[in-house]
């Protein structure tokens, strides 16, 4: 919350949030990947935090800042759950993006790019857009990080995830929608500078939607919202 204000009054177009938290309006701090971490807070903790994160994201749309998020990487079908909350990316000014990749990239060039990744979470009512996050069966199986070496042979696998740089000043392989939202992020700042570097929230929600490849069932999709994001088309309507 405090790094939003901050961002927001320092000038940011755009703040990217590679980050969440899961909540039900009936008190409870949710943990899906192990409930066992789950603990009650109460309904009016619950209240007071949702409200602390809408009137950071509201200021900083009032400040003309685009917010974007991740949408979560435990599977969860969104339209399922209606107790459950995901901040910052359920939030109104937020654009949520769910991850896609292909599978098995390395040994058939032609595969499908667009997948669902089976670990991002999906439903009309939360997600706005789709972004590259990587292939994988979960997001990061055994580690957070799969180390990338120039000097050794990539594992197939690898080719369906995402090339990052990693928190040991080098890169490595990697999924999950913490990497999709940053793709969305980028292109917003592409729209933003193709636009003569000011533009309205709204404006660029409108231009990622509109620009973006409709996936998954005409209109608005389970998987991809409004689609999956496309640079080239943002920056030339």
Do not use: C
Request: negative net charge; charged residues 10%; glycine residues 10%.
């Amino acid at each position: 919350v405090a790094g939003i204000y901050y961002a927001a009054m320092n000038g940011a177009d755009v703040i990217n949030m590679s980050l969440g938290g899961y909540y039900t309006h009936t008190g409870w701090v949710v943990n899906p990947a192990d409930p066992s971490r789950s603990f009650f807070v109460g309904a009016k903790a619950i209240a007071a935090h949702v409200k602390a994160h809408k009137w950071a994201t509201e200021y900083a749309h009032w400040q003309g800042v685009t917010l974007i998020a991740s949408a979560g990487n435990d599977a969860i079908n969104r339209d399922q759950v209606a107790d459950l909350i995901f901040l910052p990316g359920d939030l109104p000014q937020v654009i949520q993006v769910s991850a896609t990749g292909p599978s098995g990239w390395a040994l058939n060039p032609d595969t499908n790019l667009d997948l669902p990744a089976p670990y991002s979470d999906y439903g009309q009512s939360v997600i706005d857009l789709a972004a590259p996050g990587g292939f994988s069966p979960q997001p990061h199986p055994t580690q957070a990080y799969w180390p990338f070496n120039p000097s050794s042979d990539t594992p197939d696998w690898a080719y369906d995830l995402v090339l990052v740089a990693d928190h040991n000043n080098g890169w490595s392989w990697a999924s999950g929608t913490s990497f999709a939202a940053p793709h969305a992020a980028g292109v917003a700042a592409l729209v933003i500078g193709a636009n003569g570097g000011s533009m309205h929230p709204d404006q660029v929600r409108t231009a990622l939607q509109q620009s973006a490849d409709d996936l998954g069932k005409p209109g608005n999709d389970d998987f991809y919202g409004a689609g999956r994001v496309n640079a080239l088309n943002a920056v030339l309507q």
